[in-house]
């Protein structure tokens, strides 16, 4: 269970234990035995903005220091059953990050042209560039999570060769290694990789969408098809299991958010990217020697 701690010495960003919330692969796991709801870590609507505000305001520093430096790069993978709140929790996360140090790609169907690549081809030409945040909002994990609930879709639409995809157990077995491969690859190369499954459950779902019908200002949300996916919700709760499972990794992690409080998880989730940025040593570059040695002569030279 995440916990509200002290204040951060110096400054007023707090501290929350998100370590409860952590899965890197030694250890197996179920949606079965995780809550969708935990206590609070705000006590109000007040003390939840500033907190929010504090730790928004630090990710920002931060992220100007990472692409000053040009060595790093993270990328946010947000995934999560309809109406859990990932837009909103992207949203509150980066309002207050410079915008040219944040790139947000949101994956929908493929197009003609990426169905005649490999799944990951148009994925990697989003990745994030050293210095900035990467966010995608759903992302290459929905190739072991939709298309393993609806395999229809790899048998019909994607044009893979016939014996390559005639059992699809281990096409999905290969996917969950080409992930992981992947990822390891992202992280050897600089880019944190940090992961994000927004756990909200099946009732809580359907007030949100009862909501969309109910408030003239969210039709433009409302969608048939998430009705529609609610009807295989156990499916995806095993799906989303195994593929936390198979892809949490100690370099590349999942992060498991109780989504059931919106304004609990955009702290949690906004907490565990500062934590994460704050461990990657990240320090304004030096002058170079040339600067260094010829500081007092450039200073001289400005005086004009």
Same mark, same amino acid.
């Given at each position: 269970?995440? /916990? /509200?701690?002290? /204040? ?28 969708? =709801? ?6 109000? &609507? ?6 929010? @505000? ?53 994956? +929908?169907? $493929? ?20 210095? =900035? ?33 005639? *059992? ?15 990822? *390891? ?9 940090? /992961? ?19 408030? $003239?200002?969210?039709?433009? &949300?409302?969608?048939?098809? *998430? ?11 095993? @799906? ?7 892809? @949490?990794?100690?370099?590349? $992690? ?7 409080? +919106? ?15 704050? +461990? ?11 600067? @260094? ?9 400005? +005086? *004009?």
């Amino acid at each position: 269970m995440a /916990k /509200k701690k002290n /204040k951060r010495k110096n400054d007023s960003i707090p501290e929350i234990d998100t370590s409860a919330l952590l899965y890197d692969g030694r250890e197996s796991f179920s949606l079965d035995n995780i809550n969708t =709801r935990i206590d609070p870590v705000y006590s109000s &609507k007040s003390n939840y903005k500033s907190m929010l @505000a504090a730790m928004v305001k630090r990710i920002d520093e931060l992220q100007a220091i990472m692409n000053a430096q040009n060595r790093h790069g993270i990328l946010l993978v947000f995934q999560a059953m309809d109406a859990a709140g990932k837009d909103g929790t992207i949203r509150r996360l980066l309002t207050g990050v410079n915008p040219a140090g944040v790139q947000v790609y949101s994956f +929908k169907k $493929p197009s003609a042209e990426e169905l005649d690549h490999g799944y990951l081809w148009r994925v990697i030409q989003r990745m994030p560039e050293r210095g =900035r945040i990467g966010v995608f909002n759903r992302s290459y994990y929905e190739e072991v999570l939709v298309v393993r609930v609806h395999p229809e879709i790899l048998t019909r639409y994607q044009q893979i060769p016939h014996e390559l995809i005639s *059992d699809t157990e281990v096409v999905f077995q290969n996917r969950f290694a080409e992930i992981r491969n992947f990822e *390891d690859y992202a992280v050897n190369n600089g880019i944190k990789v940090i /992961k994000f499954f927004l756990n909200v459950s099946r009732e809580e779902q359907r007030q949100r969408l009862l909501a969309r019908l109910d408030e $003239p200002q969210k039709h433009w &949300k409302f969608s048939f098809a *998430d009705v529609d996916e609610r009807e295989h919700w156990d499916s995806y709760m095993q @799906a989303f299991s195994d593929c936390i499972n198979e892809t @949490a990794t100690v370099k590349a $992690p999942w992060a498991v958010i109780p989504a059931d409080d +919106k304004l609990n998880m955009r702290l949690l989730v906004t907490s565990l990217v500062l934590q994460e940025m704050e +461990k990657m040593n990240l320090q304004w570059p030096t002058a170079d020697e040339r600067l @260094a040695n010829e500081m007092d002569d450039v200073r001289a030279r400005l +005086k *004009d």
